[in-house]
């Protein structure tokens, strides 16, 4: 089945710095990706979908200038957590579909920012 | 407010016991999966039901679609310690692959 991948599996910073996440479709090609957020124990909240070549799309309540998405080529998208504090703490996802219907999840980000 | 009710939030049963995980819903979806997610990792899809009425089996897991696309239903038979997982029904509108997830279920398998 299709891959994605992402980059870094854990990540540790200080607060206040900003943090950079990949998301890669490794053997197709993706023109929309999505960027979800886990706490401990529940599930996934969506935060954007990003499209290639355009502005991502925020959900409503996330901070568009906090959580920056670029997605610059068919098959990556990154998410930046800019000026990270310990409240951003947790677990990224990110999904990609190859247009069969089925989505492929990451294996996820966990951010720790002290 | 949750779209996509699932309950129980948390079960804890022993190996070899049954159960089912039910995921309502008011709105009607075009589709609905059931992914399985182990800590700290992704999701890994389990099965896409898109027909009312549609029962998929797979192995020891029964998945049911609701006749009007509400709701749907994970049966596991014989559970075994390797099911333990977080059980996420995610219910799709349209072909844009954006999902909207239930809050989980915690499924716990004890030897």
């Known amino acids: 089945g299709a891959v994605v991948s992402q980059h870094p599996s854990r990540v540790i910073c200080k607060s206040g710095t900003s943090v950079k996440i990949e998301c890669r479709s490794l053997?197709?090609?993706?023109?929309?990706m999505f960027w979800y957020r886990q706490f401990p124990k529940q599930s996934l909240m969506l935060m954007a979908t990003s499209n290639e070549g355009s502005k991502a799309t925020y959900e409503q309540g996330v901070e568009k200038d906090k959580f920056l998405i670029n997605h610059a080529s068919l098959t990556l998208s990154t998410l930046t957590v800019t000026s990270a504090h310990p409240e951003d703490s947790s677990f990224y996802i990110c999904s990609a579909s190859e247009g069969t219907g089925e989505l492929f999840f990451g294996e996820g980000s966990r951010l720790t920012v002290l | 407010t949750q779209l996509l009710e699932q309950s129980p939030q948390f079960l804890s049963i022993q190996e070899g016991e049954n159960l089912t995980v039910y995921c309502n819903s008011s709105?009607?979806?075009?589709?609905l999966q059931w992914y399985r997610q182990e800590p700290g990792e992704g999701p890994v899809l389990l099965v896409t039901?898109?027909?009312?009425?549609e029962v998929k089996k797979l192995k020891r897991l029964t998945f049911q679609f609701g006749d009007a696309r509400k709701d749907s239903s994970l049966h596991i038979t014989a559970a075994q310690p390797g099911d333990t997982g977080l059980y996420l029904c995610a219910g799709a509108k349209g072909s844009n692959y954006k999902l909207t997830f239930g809050k989980g279920t915690l499924l716990t398998v004890n030897p």
């Open positions: 053997d197709f090609q993706a023109t929309t």
């Open positions: 039901v898109v027909t009312g009425g």
């Open positions: 709105s009607v979806f075009s589709s």
